[in-house]
C-alpha cells in the first residue's frame, strides 16, 4: 500500500518542518531515553524515531541493529512511509509478514522483526514529519492503552524535536546580537582611582590607536590622545563624576599617531566605598567620528537585527525602539519613545524586570535572566540588560514557545512516569495479597499533585454499595481532612451528586466550580465544614470500569490556584481509571479461579485412615504471595492384607492443568497400589508406565513408603517401612529416642515421566514402634531464600526438638518454623507415627477403624 500523493504545499511544509527538526535531532540522547521508555513500558524489543522527507531518515531509537541511527531508507520501501498516512492514523500491525499493506516493507534492515506499532510525529506547525514505532520479533496484538501510550510518548518526541531545534535558533539569536555589538564598535573601560590603573577592552584600545604592548593602563593614555582643545574639558567631565560619585558624560577628540581625528563619546559612572568616596569609574566610549549628525550607523545595525531591542534613559523613558521591539511590545514607536516603562507597562512594576532592571543600572553590572510579562503581553521573555553612559539598553527574545515545549515535555514525562507508577503500585499490592484497599491508597499517593492537589479513589462492593477507600493531599496537613471526608461524604450525598452519576452513567463528570455544584448538596455540620476546609474549585469523576461493569470512582480535586485539568490531563485520568478498573478486575477473576482450583485440589486430598495403633496426620498449604495452584499431594491408605501405604508428590507446574494432572496419578497410583503383593517400586514403575502409555506428558516426583509386619515382628515391637523414590526430597524418621535419618537409597532415581524404562528400587529399613515417618513436599524446604539442602538440616533439627509434641502440632510447628514469613510455594506432607502395639490403643490414634480381616498391621 502506498501514501496518497500530499498537495505541494503540505508537502513542501512538511520537508522544511523535517529539515529544521533533522539537523538537532540524530543521535539525541533524550529520543534514546524516550525509545527506551518505549520499549519498557510496552515490553517490545527496539523502538526508533524516523523523520520523513524526501527519504526516510533513522534519528533515534533503542534495540535496533548497529548501524542504524543516521541510515536512510527510500520511502517506497519504508513502513513510517504508511504510517504517517493520515488516513491510516497509528498503524497497528500484529503480523508483519501476514500485512498486505506492508509487502516488501522491512520494518528495520538486518533485523527479524514480525509485531510493529507506528505513530505519526506532528510538529508545533502541524506538519506530520515523522514516526514513532515499536517493534517485536514475535507476532502481538497491540492493544488500545497501548496505541495510547505510545501516542502519549509520541507527543514527548515530537516536544523534544521541537524544543532542541528551538534551542538551536535560540544559540543563532545571540550569535548575531553579539556580532551586532561587535559591529557598533563599543568599548568599554575600568579605571581604578584607587591604585590609579585603567583598564581597557581590545575595543578601548583599538579606538585610541595603541595596541597592547603601548598601551600602559594609565589614564595619562587618554590624555595624551586627547584633542588640545578637549583636554581639559575631558578632565572636568572626569573630576565632576569621581567628587560627586555621579555620572560621567563627554564628547571629544583624540588625534591619532597618523594625524587622524577622531570624535569619542565617553559614558560612565563613579563608584564609592563605604566611607562615601570614589573607588573606581566605570563606562564605555565609541566612535562617534560616522555619526556626529545621527546615529544613523548604530540604528541601522540595531533596526535589522531579528531579536527586539530598546534603550531606556536614566529617568526610565524610552529612547530608541527596533522594529522588533515594536512588534513584540505591541505598541508603535511613537507610542513608546519618551513614555516611562513602568506607567506603559504597569506589570513591570515589582517583577524580576523591576528588579533585575534596577540593578543593573545600580551596580553597572549586566543582568540576564527570564520572566513572564502577564496580558497583553502574554508571554515570557529572555532579557538581556546592560547599563550605559544614557542609562539602560535591553535585548529580549520572545521564548514563550521554548517554555511551553519545556513545560510540555516536563508534563508529559510527569504522566507517562504517573501511568507507569500506577502501574507498578497496582501490580505489588494486588499480588502481593494486600488486598484492594492497600493497592488503591499507593494509586492515590501517585496521581497527586501530577493531576491534582487531593483524590479520593471509591469501590463498589458486590451488593451494589459504594465505599471510599483512599485518598490523598499534596499538603501533609490536609490529609486527615481528605481522609475524613471521605469517610462523611457518600451518605452526606444526594443521588444526583457527580460522582454518582458518573457510576449510573458510567462517563467521566467535569466540575468547573465544585463550591457552587457539591457544596449546596451537603447537609450543615461536619461534612459541610470538612468540604469547605478543603476548598475545592474544579474536579473530575472518572468511573472505574472494566469488561461491562463499574469497579469504582476516582475523582480528582484541584484548588483555585491550579488551572482546570486540560484534554491531556484528561486523557491520562481516564486512561489510569482504566487501568485500575482492569487491574482490580483480572485480580478478582484470578481470585475466584485461584479459590476454585484451590477447592478442587482440596477435595481430591481426603481424609487419611485410621490404622490400629497407628496415628495418620495430613496438612496442605497453598503459597501466599504467588496466587497459584500446584500439583502437590499426599496420599494415606490400607491394603487388603492391613499394610499401610504414605505417599507424596509434586506434578512438575502451579496452574490449574498442574492440579487435575495431580488428581490423574493420585488415582492411578491408588489402583496399582491397593492390591497386596508389589512394592513401592514396582508401583511406581507401573505408575511411570501409564503416564508414558496414557500420552499424559506430565512429569512429577514421588515418594512412597509401605508399613509392613509380620506376627514375629509385632511380638517383638518391631515394624518394617518399605518405600522408594522418583526424584523427591527424602523421607525424615524420627526414632523414639530423638535420633533423625534421612531415608536416601543407594542411588538417585529418576522422577516421574522421563523415562519409564528406568530401573526403580525399594529400599527397607526396620523400626522400633514409637517411631514417627514424615514425606513433605519441597515448598517446605526450598525456595528463594533457602536452598534445599539446608531446608532439609533445619527440618530435621525441628523434628528433633519437636519429638515430644501431638503428632498434629508437630506438622503445624515445622511448617511454621520453616516458613515463618509465609510459604513461597505449596506445602504438602503426610506423617504417621508408629505406636507401641503391647498396649491398649492410643486416644490420640483415633477410634479403631479397620477393615474386616486386617490386623492393622
Known sequence: ??????????????????????????????????????????????????????????????????????????????????????????????????????????????ARMSAYLGVPLVAFDGSPVGVLAVYGREPRPWTENEVTLLGQLADSVATELELSALGREFEAHRLRFELAIDAAQIGSFDWDLVSGRLVWDDRMVEIFGYDRDTFIERIDAAIDRCHPDDRQRLLDALQTAIDTCGEYDAEFR??????????????????????????????????????????????????????????????????????????????????????VVWELYPAAVGSDFEENYRAAVKTGEERVFEAYYPEPLDAWFEVRAWPGPDGLSVYFLDVTERRRAEEQARRSAARLSLVADVTAALSASLTSGRGEEAALQRVAQSVVPVLGDWVILSLVDEDGRMRDVASWHRDPELRASVARYAELRLAALPPHAPVLRALASGQARTIDDVGAVVGPMLPPGEVREVFWRLSPRSAVTLPMAARGRTLGALSIYRSADRPQADEEDLATARDLAGRIALALDNSRLYEQQRRLAEGL???????????????????????????????????????????????????????????????????MLRGIAYRDGPGPAAVLTELDAAIEGLGMGTMATAAMARVEQTPEER???????????????????????????????????????????????????????????????????????????????????????????????????????????????????????????????????????????????
Open 254 to 339: 583624540i588625534v591619532l599617531p597618523t594625524g587622524e581625528t577622531r570624535w569619542i563619546q565617553g559614558r560612565g559612572r563613579a563608584l564609592a566605598d563605604d566611607r562615601g568616596n570614589a573607588v573606581r569609574l566605570l563606562g564605555a566610549g565609541f566612535d562617534t567620528t560616522s555619526q556626529r549628525h545621527g546615529d544613523t550607523r548604530v540604528a541601522r545595525v540595531l533596526e535589522v537585527m531579528k531579536s527586539a531591542f530598546f534603550a531606556l534613559d536614566r529617568e526610565w523613558r524610552f529612547t530608541y525602539v527596533n522594529t522588533e521591539a515594536e512588534r513584540v511590545l505591541g505598541r508603535r514607536r511613537d507610542e513608546l519613545i519618551g513614555g
Open 715 to 857: 511380638a517383638a515391637g518391631l515394624t518394617r517401612l518399605r518405600w522408594s523414590n522418583a526424584g523427591h526430597p527424602p523421607p525424615l524418621l524420627l526414632h523414639e529416642d530423638g535420633r533423625i535419618d534421612q531415608l536416601i537409597g543407594p542411588r538417585a532415581e529418576l522422577m516421574l515421566g522421563v523415562d519409564p524404562s528406568a530401573r526403580r528400587t525399594d529400599s527397607v529399613v526396620t523400626v522400633r514402634r514409637g517411631a514417627t515417618l514424615l514425606l513433605y513436599t519441597d515448598g517446605l524446604v526450598e525456595g528463594r531464600d533457602l536452598p534445599l539442602d539446608e531446608g532439609i538440616a533445619r527440618l530435621g533439627r525441628a523434628l528433633a526438638e519437636l519429638a515430644d509434641e501431638p503428632l498434629g502440632l508437630l506438622c503445624d510447628a515445622v511448617i511454621e518454623r520453616l516458613r515463618p514469613e509465609g510459604l513461597q510455594d505449596d506445602v504438602a506432607l503426610v506423617a504417621i507415627r508408629l505406636h507401641r502395639e503391647d498396649r491398649p490403643r492410643p486416644a490420640e490414634a483415633g477410634p479403631r477403624h479397620v477393615p474386616d480381616g486386617v490386623d492393622g498391621s
Open 1 to 110: 500500500m502506498t501514501a496518497p500523493e500530499p498537495a505541494e504545499g503540505s508537502l513542501q511544509g512538511r520537508l522544511a518542518a523535517v529539515r529544521r527538526l533533522q539537523s538537532t535531532a540524530l543521535g539525541s540522547p533524550a529520543l534514546q531515553r524516550l525509545t527506551g521508555l518505549a520499549v519498557r513500558l510496552l515490553g517490545a524489543d527496539a523502538a526508533s524515531v524516523s523523520l520523513l522527507g524526501d527519504v526516510e531518515t533513522i534519528v533515534g531509537g533503542e534495540g535496533l541493529p548497529p548501524g542504524s541511527l543516521g541510515r536512510q531508507v527510500p520511502l517506497q520501501e519504508s513502513l513510517c512511509a504508511v504510517a504517517l498516512d493520515a488516513e491510516c492514523g497509528p498503524l497497528v500491525v500484529p503480523d508483519h509478514p501476514r500485512d498486505p499493506r506492508l509487502a516488501g516493507r522491512p520494518p528495520v534492515a538486518g
Open 601 to 667: 485440589q482440596r477435595s481430591l486430598l481426603t481424609e487419611p485412615p485410621q490404622p490400629d495403633h497407628a496415628e495418620i496426620v495430613v496438612r496442605y498449604r497453598p503459597a501466599v504471595e504467588v496466587a497459584e495452584v500446584g500439583g502437590d499431594w499426599y496420599d494415606a491408605f490400607l491394603q487388603p492384607s492391613g499394610a499401610t501405604v504414605l505417599v507424596i508428590g509434586d506434578v512438575v507446574g502451579h496452574d490449574t492443568e498442574a492440579a487435575a494432572a495431580m488428581g490423574q496419578l493420585r488415582g
